[in-house]
């Protein structure tokens, strides 16, 4: 998995309640990714990292915070969450030198919210 | 908007079968592509990518695809399909520089042995 562990890998909580899921990478990739995965949309970016404090919203980032105060981790906070919210969570980072997007995920994490 | 579109939400195939998901993007200058591939219960693999240079490319486990820019497509393909290939397939999409990937909504394969 290129270094990549998310925690947890399971989660059920309540509609309401702050969740937070971390990424941890061992490679020290500069850019690092959020995406949430749904039956029938996909993967969607909700927000991503390009060094430590440097983030950005991707398209479906309402309802997400995001943090990197070191390379390695890369933490996805829901502050409240909604049932909506209920979905597979995976972290990916950058590998590719080029300059090009080249994606390696993690195992992802299962969040229901009920 | 830059988006990647699948039109093939399920596929059944029996083995041996030849295979082609089609995938078509909608990017200004220059793309970069891409195919994933999540076998059930597991993340996503790569499977192959294309840059630049020679159209056809090929990938891991006997998968190829063709970026045909005038059309806008990077088509999977596969001459004989495996049981062991049922998976589910994302093409992805990205203009040269650009921080986002995006994804397609997916494909599902399935193999019947």
């Known amino acids: 998995d290129a270094g990549i562990t998310q925690s947890p890998r399971h989660k059920v909580t309540e509609t309401g309640t702050p969740v937070t899921l971390r990424c941890h990478q061992t490679?020290?990739?500069?850019?690092m990714y959020w995406y949430r995965q749904d039956p029938g949309h996909g993967l969607r970016l909700i927000h991503y990292?390009?060094?430590?404090?440097?983030?950005d919203k991707g398209e479906v980032s309402d309802g997400y915070s995001v943090s990197r105060s070191k390379t390695e981790d890369f933490l996805l906070t829901l502050e409240s969450a909604t049932s909506s919210q209920t979905s597979v969570y995976f972290c990916a980072i950058r590998t590719s030198a080029s300059g090009a997007n080249v994606l390696t995920f993690g195992a992802g994490s299962r969040l229901t919210v009920l | 908007a830059q988006s990647v579109s699948q039109h093939n939400h399920h596929v059944i195939l029996s083995e041996a079968a030849s295979l082609e998901l089609g995938c078509n993007y909608s990017y200004g200058g220059t793309v970069n592509l891409f195919w994933y591939v999540q076998y059930p219960g597991q993340h996503l693999q790569l499977l192959l990518k294309?840059?630049?240079?020679?159209?056809l490319v090929k990938g891991i486990k006997g998968f190829e695809a063709e970026f045909i820019k005038s059309k806008f497509s990077f088509n999977l393909r596969k001459p004989s399909v495996q049981w062991s290939d049922t998976a589910e397939y994302f093409c992805a999409a990205t203009g040269f520089g650009n921080e986002k990937l995006t994804f397609g909504t997916g494909t599902r394969l399935t193999i019947i042995p």
């Open positions: 990292s390009y060094g430590v404090k440097d983030t």
């Open positions: 294309y840059f630049s240079g020679d159209p």
């Open positions: 490679e020290n990739h500069r850019y």
